[in-house]
């Protein structure tokens, strides 16, 4: 069964940041390729970056130059950090592999 488990959200002032993670069950985590996604309300769920299982990585470009998303593949992790934070970051960022989603964690950016 597979399990991805989200941490890390919670309110922020603009400016700030987050370190968000997934801890990631039931996989071959290693030739994995994992990714963030994000839903405001009353929007679309969008891309928000990827990192394949060589390392690579690519980012939405509303998020290029601030967030960060990373592996430890001993762990079976995965970590997106948030810098900079925006109001128009404020979403529900889910942790994706595949067709298996996390349940969530609000991230919300407001003074």
């Known amino acids: 069964q597979v399990q991805l488990v989200e941490s890390g959200g919670g309110l922020v002032q603009p400016g700030g940041s987050l370190r968000l993670s997934c801890a990631a069950n039931?996989?071959?985590?290693?030739?994995?390729?994992m990714s963030w996604f994000r839903q405001a309300p009353g929007k679309l769920r969008e891309l928000v970056a990827k990192?394949?299982?060589?390392?690579?990585?690519n980012y939405a470009d509303s998020v290029k130059g601030r967030f960060t998303i990373s592996r430890d593949n001993a762990k079976s992790l995965v970590y997106l950090q948030m810098n900079n934070l925006r109001p128009e970051d404020t979403a529900v960022y889910y942790c994706?592999?595949?067709?298996?989603w996390g349940q969530g964690t609000q991230v919300t950016v407001s003074s």
């Open positions: 994706s592999t595949t067709q298996y």
């Open positions: 039931g996989i071959i985590f290693r030739l994995s390729t």
């Open positions: 990192i394949t299982s060589d390392g690579t990585t």
